[in-house]
């Protein structure tokens, strides 16, 4: 192959690439598993929220009563802007 070849063949495999990341994050969300076997979600904030699979169930199994208590305390809670709406 040319160096041509090579190097249409290297942009086409990086396009393609990075199409597979932008619909894995459409979010803005992604879940990697740490260094020490947790589970990580990254985009929520600077640094990513990491928790062992127990942690992640007990969590989920509240998110009804997480969503209540947001509700409840609205007047007392302050909302984050997305730092991900202006680096887009």
Do not use: C, H
Not at 2 to 13: C, H, I, Q, T
Not at 32 to 58: C, D, H, I, N
């Amino acid at each position: 192959m040319s160096n041509g070849e090579d190097f249409k063949a290297e942009l086409d495999r990086l396009r393609s690439e990075n199409e597979a990341l932008k619909k894995t994050s459409a979010k803005g969300l992604t879940l990697k598993v740490s260094e020490k076997g947790g589970v990580s979600v990254y985009g929520l904030g600077r640094f990513p929220v990491t928790l062992y699979k127990e942690q992640w169930a007990k969590l989920l199994d509240m998110s009804e009563e997480i969503r209540a208590f947001i509700k409840a305390n609205e007047s007392k809670l302050k909302a984050k802007e997305s730092a991900q709406s202006t680096q887009s």
